[in-house]
């Protein structure tokens, strides 16, 4: 069964740290999203990992493929970020691009 | 910088009613989708579209759903008698040729 596992699932930092949140996939796969949504429901697409690393402002998102793992981080966190962090991923093997969702990391920065 | 829009926002239905769900994709994508989210729980795929025609569905998709691409720039989702289960946010999203997904930020159905 094609399956994508995040933790933790709920996450409570102060201001400043440094956050670090999991998924982990069953099998292979030919990208993997992380996504954003806030308190009023709408999710924004952060990044789109196929190999390697992306970094976008105090985000970094990194895959290993052979590990079929995944994390993302905030560096500097503030209380902006807090917000519902879902990861998602398209397997190999479906008939289309569709994507399979993670259950989704709360986070909480608080000041 | 293009978006993928939908309406409403928010939608209050009574039980049995039919419920139109409207999206305009990113005008050059190529695929489309319907996603739906019960509160508390994660996004579920429901169907995908391309070419005028439904590419993959879910088992939630079953008769009583439909999609339409009426006149090539609204992508629309149907339910004909919705049922107290059927309260969720549904998400729109469209891609091009790639794998990249744009998100609408959803909309709001609440069934009682």
């Known amino acids: 069964k094609n399956e994508v596992e995040q933790s933790p699932q709920n996450l409570t930092a102060q201001e400043g740290e440094f956050i670090t949140i999991n998924c982990s996939y069953s099998?292979?796969?030919?990208?993997l999203h992380w996504l954003q949504q806030h308190p009023g429901g709408g999710i924004v697409s952060l990044f789109m990992l196929s190999s390697g690393k992306k970094k976008h402002g105090r985000l970094i998102a990194t895959i290993n493929i052979q590990e079929k793992h995944s994390s993302l981080h905030i560096t500097a966190s503030h209380p902006r970020d807090s917000a519902v962090y879902i990861c998602?991923?398209?397997?190999?093997?479906?008939?289309?691009?569709?994507?399979?969702f993670g259950t989704g990391t709360l986070l909480a920065v608080q000041p | 910088e293009p978006e993928v829009t939908q309406t409403p926002s928010h939608q209050v239905t009574q039980m049995g009613q039919e419920v139109i769900l409207r999206c305009v994709p990113i005008s050059n994508h190529l695929y489309f989708y319907w996603y739906r989210q019960i509160l508390g729980q994660k996004v579920e795929f429901l169907v995908s579209f391309y070419n005028n025609e439904i590419s993959e569905k879910s088992e939630i998709f079953d008769d009583q759903f439909s999609v339409e691409r009426p006149d090539g720039s609204n992508f629309t989702l149907k339910i004909r008698s919705t049922k107290l289960e059927d309260s969720a946010m549904y998400f729109c999203?469209?891609?091009?040729?790639?794998?990249?997904?744009?998100f609408g930020p959803g909309t709001r159905l609440t069934v009682t």
């Open positions: 998602a991923v398209h397997f190999y093997g479906g008939a289309t691009n569709k994507l399979i």
């Open positions: 099998v292979g796969i030919s990208a």
């Open positions: 999203a469209s891609s091009d040729y790639r794998v990249e997904q744009y």
